[in-house]
């Protein structure tokens, strides 16, 4: 025997609610929970700059990364230094 289960309005409503809420704070988090690191893409939109200048960046030692699983994170307190001025 199969169980069938029933779905109402008000319940694709509630999902409908709680999964855009999910969503704006992945996009937008909240103050407080924001991230602490970027990936490379995240930062050269938020630096304006190619990816070679990242990667000029990272050789002369400007901006410091770690690298996990063949991804580059950037610490955004960093990227924060660099952008008032300051270096490493």
Do not use: C
């Not at 103050?31 to 200048?53: A, D, F």
């Not at 410091?64 to 610490?75: E, P, S, V």
Request: hydrophobic share 35%; proline share 2%.
């Amino acid at each position: 025997m199969t169980a069938i289960e029933v779905i109402t309005k008000d319940d694709l409503n509630d999902f409908k609610k709680d999964l855009l809420q999910e969503i704006r704070q992945m996009i937008r988090p909240e103050e407080g929970q924001g991230k602490k690191w970027l990936k490379s893409i995240e930062v050269r939109k938020l630096l304006n700059i190619s990816p070679g200048t990242l990667q000029n960046l990272r050789i002369n030692g400007t901006l410091r990364f770690t690298k996990i699983g063949g991804i580059l994170y950037y610490k955004l307190e960093d990227i924060h230094k660099l952008l008032e001025g300051g270096t490493k």
